[in-house]
């Protein structure tokens, strides 16, 4: 298997533009979630899905940022607009239920 | 609110000798925790855990070690090798229960000099 595989791993963007960041977990695997890399919260959990389904969405900071997974293959995370701060690395990860969980490699968002 | 707390940012040891990492958590439903190792410009990847219902698991140079009445787990590397220089992540999760949210430490930096 070929891992998490997220894409694109660098994106930069003007403010107030639509970013989108896309994620294949895994096959097999019922969990996703979105993690934010910041300084000060470390990896802070956005988002995650069972199944398909948005189980917690708590940890999504504004109503910019949405997320999707339309099937068992394929989840997005779009920001819009997108704002300086909104500048981190976002990672995608997924697993099986009670498993550990397997990270992509990252996609990292620089909005100027 | 920060459920799982990692309060030392930095850790330096010189090789050979013994990293303890250590991570604290707030909720006493987690049931499960794990430590990740993170290489910049990569993604963490897991390294080892332990269930609530032990309080150490031990595999090669890592030993975890969970204290359930102090809400407080440690990472124990020994001997620590300059390869093991990473930021460390400790996580806790709600595996068996409510749905498996994994939550996430701030991180450690760990650097073993030669």
């Known amino acids: 298997d070929a891992g998490v595989i997220q894409s694109p791993r660098h994106e930069v963007t003007e403010m107030g533009q639509e970013v989108t960041l896309r994620c294949k977990p895994i096959?097999?695997?019922?969990?996703l979630f979105w993690y934010r890399q910041t300084m000060m919260r470390g990896l802070e959990l956005l988002i995650y899905?069972?199944?398909?389904?948005?189980?917690?969405d708590s940890g999504m900071p504004e109503d910019r940022f949405s997320a999707k997974m339309p099937n068992a293959s394929f989840s997005t995370l779009k920001i819009q607009p997108s704002e300086p701060r909104d500048s981190a690395v976002y990672f995608c990860a997924s697993r099986r239920r009670a498993t550990e969980a397997f990270f992509g490699q990252g996609t990292r968002l620089t909005v100027v | 609110d920060q459920q799982v707390k990692q309060n030392s940012p930095s850790l330096s040891v010189q090789e050979g000798r013994i990293s303890i990492l250590n991570c604290d958590y707030t909720n006493s439903m987690f049931d499960y925790f794990l430590w990740y190792k993170k290489y910049p410009a990569e993604g963490p990847t897991f390294l080892i855990s332990?269930?609530?219902?032990?309080d150490k698991n031990e595999d090669g140079r890592f030993t975890v070690f969970l204290n359930k009445s102090a809400k407080h787990l440690s990472l124990h590397i020994v001997p620590s090798q300059p390869g093991d220089s990473a930021v460390y992540f400790c996580?806790?999760?709600?595996?068996?229960?409510?749905?498996?949210?994994?939550?996430f430490g701030q991180g450690t930096e760990l650097s073993v000099k030669p």
């Open positions: 996580a806790a999760s709600l595996f068996y229960n409510q749905g498996g949210k994994l939550i």
């Open positions: 899905f069972n199944n398909n389904v948005p189980i917690d």
């Open positions: 096959s097999g695997h019922d969990y």
């Open positions: 332990i269930s609530s219902i032990k």
